[in-house]
């Protein structure tokens, strides 16, 4: 994974693209991490995943969760996986958000956080 600022620790790098890996192989479409730290504080990465239907948000959502929670890396806090329209997974150095295609469209998030520099991942 290229995207990564100095002061972002590399094993965060490494668990975003294992988080990024995840999503794709819930077949996850537009796999794209943005790179924060330089230009927010709140979080060195988002990752955004889109799915077509609320089945496969929540399927997206699960799959990271419960395959990094094999690794050791648990997330501090999850939203929005019963809804399938929008799950939020925070940990801390690294939030995911897996939408819903019509959600992802509407909150616009790459356009908000559009002086980020970007990695997208191959569906």
């Known amino acids: 994974m290229q995207v990564g600022s100095k002061n972002?620790?590399?094993e965060v790098t490494q668990t975003v693209g294992r988080a990024a890996e995840l999503a794709l192989e819930?077949?996850?479409?537009?796999?794209?991490?943005?790179?924060?730290?330089?230009i927010s504080g709140a979080t060195d990465y988002f990752l955004l995943a889109s799915g077509r239907s609320d089945?496969?948000?929540?399927?997206?959502?699960?799959n990271i969760v419960e395959e990094?929670?094999?690794?050791?890396?648990?997330?501090?806090?999850?939203e929005g996986l019963q809804g399938g329209r929008w799950a939020l997974i925070d940990y801390i150095d690294f939030v995911?958000?897996?939408?819903?295609?019509?959600?992802?469209h509407?909150?616009?998030?790459?356009v908000l956080w559009g002086d980020a520099p970007r990695l997208e991942f191959a569906d």
């Open 8 to 10: 972002i620790r590399p």
């Open 26 to 38: 819930r077949k996850a479409l537009d796999v794209v991490a943005l790179d924060l730290a330089s």
């Open 55 to 62: 089945v496969q948000v929540k399927a997206i959502a699960e």
């Open 68 to 78: 990094l929670k094999k690794e050791g890396i648990r997330p501090e806090h999850i």
């Open 96 to 104: 995911v958000h897996v939408f819903h295609e019509e959600a992802r």
């Open 106 to 110: 509407f909150y616009q998030l790459e």
